[in-house]
């Protein structure tokens, strides 16, 4: 394995029941890739528990990441809200999330979503924990009031630890330039997965606003089991496809493929305090 070349999958839901029958199996390729750990994403009270106990099965390589995902946010109640405190307090809990606004898929509504999101962005200021951000914006093209309200509460609701590097993660990013601009300048850095390297004028601006904001201020992520690289098209997702999409970014931001792995791996340790 080439040392030079070690990757973290910032944000990964192996606990997805699309794993079941492999998830160990899942595991040994992630480290054979030389993507040798994974944050897995607990998005609901169901997932929490499993999540956490993923991390303790593999202490080196897997950590977790508990929050109520928008489009969950009808299930938000003080007895979960409770659960979620004690469990926050496990060393293998390395921030909040994914947590945020999602226009397009949630139940519940835009109001309830932003109330959910405060009470969560007050529960990572008490816990001193980083954010994960779920920013989904409606399916009208030029609507991108989803990312504008999200940043708005930050701003007006969250107090910042000036003694940390980065505050957070803005997931799966698909905004503005603007957008992105705005969250880096929050503290926080931009989560980069496959869709970077999907074909077609679509995905255009999102290639451009890689190499904008340049690779100081990004992380790789998988999202598995969706979203698989542009190879592996109608295929599950999964850590080990880590290697694809960094070379899609050093493809995007014309540098070596060294220096994408050194880089969004130094910033996904400093975002998570991963020693």
Same mark, same amino acid.
């Given at each position: *394995? @080439?040392? %030079?070349?070690?990757?973290?999958?910032?944000?990964?839901?192996? !606990?997805?029941?699309?794993?079941?029958?492999?998830?160990?199996?899942?595991?040994?390729?992630?480290?054979?890739?030389?993507?040798? *750990?994974?944050? #897995?994403?607990?998005?609901?009270?169901? +997932?929490?528990?499993?999540?956490?106990?993923?991390?303790?099965?593999?202490?080196?390589?897997?950590?977790?990441?508990?929050?109520?995902?928008?489009?969950?946010?009808?299930?938000? @109640?003080?007895? #979960?809200?409770?659960?979620?405190?004690?469990?926050?307090?496990?060393?293998?809990?390395?921030?909040?999330?994914?947590?945020?606004?999602?226009? %397009?898929?949630?139940?519940?509504?835009?109001?309830?979503?932003?109330?959910?999101?405060? $009470? *969560?962005?007050?529960?990572?200021?008490?816990?001193?924990?980083?954010?994960?951000?779920?920013?989904?914006?409606?399916?009208?093209?030029?609507?991108?009031?989803?990312?504008?309200?999200?940043?708005?509460?930050? +701003?007006? @609701?969250?107090?910042?630890?000036?003694?940390?590097?980065?505050?957070?993660?803005?997931?799966?990013?698909?905004?503005?330039?603007?957008?992105?601009?705005?969250?880096?300048?929050?503290?926080?850095?931009? !989560?980069?997965?496959?869709?970077?390297?999907?074909?077609?004028?679509?995905? %255009?601006?999102?290639?451009?606003?890689?190499?904008?904001?340049?690779?100081?201020?990004?992380?790789? #992520?998988? %999202?598995?089991?969706?979203?698989?690289?542009?190879?592996?098209?109608?295929?599950?997702?999964?850590?080990?496809?880590?290697?694809?999409?960094?070379?899609?970014?050093?493809?995007?931001?014309?540098?070596?493929? $060294?220096?994408?792995?050194?880089?969004?791996?130094?910033?996904?340790?400093?975002?998570?305090?991963?020693?």
């Amino acid at each position: *394995m @080439n040392k %030079d070349l070690l990757y973290i999958d910032s944000h990964a839901h192996i !606990g997805d029941q699309a794993f079941d029958k492999d998830r160990a199996d899942i595991v040994s390729r992630l480290i054979a890739s030389g993507t040798n *750990m994974l944050v #897995e994403i607990g998005c609901t009270p169901k +997932e929490w528990k499993p999540a956490i106990e993923l991390a303790e099965q593999y202490p080196q390589n897997i950590y977790a990441c508990l929050g109520f995902h928008p489009i969950y946010a009808n299930t938000y @109640n003080k007895e #979960e809200e409770n659960h979620l405190a004690s469990l926050l307090k496990n060393e293998k809990v390395v921030a909040l999330g994914e947590i945020g606004l999602d226009y %397009d898929h949630s139940n519940a509504t835009q109001e309830f979503q932003r109330e959910v999101f405060v $009470k *969560m962005l007050k529960f990572a200021e008490k816990a001193d924990l980083p954010l994960v951000l779920h920013c989904r914006k409606s399916p009208t093209p030029e609507d991108f009031s989803a990312y504008k309200d999200l940043l708005n509460l930050i +701003e007006k @609701n969250y107090k910042a630890n000036p003694q940390r590097k980065f505050q957070g993660i803005l997931h799966c990013f698909s905004g503005r330039l603007e957008d992105a601009q705005r969250a880096i300048k929050l503290g926080f850095l931009i !989560g980069v997965n496959s869709i970077i390297g999907y074909k077609g004028k679509k995905n %255009d601006p999102l290639r451009q606003t890689i190499k904008e904001i340049g690779i100081e201020n990004i992380v790789l #992520e998988t %999202d598995c089991p969706y979203l698989p690289p542009q190879s592996k098209r109608g295929e599950r997702n999964e850590p080990s496809f880590i290697p694809e999409i960094a070379q899609t970014v050093a493809d995007v931001l014309e540098i070596s493929l $060294k220096e994408v792995a050194q880089k969004t791996t130094a910033n996904t340790k400093a975002v998570y305090n991963i020693k």
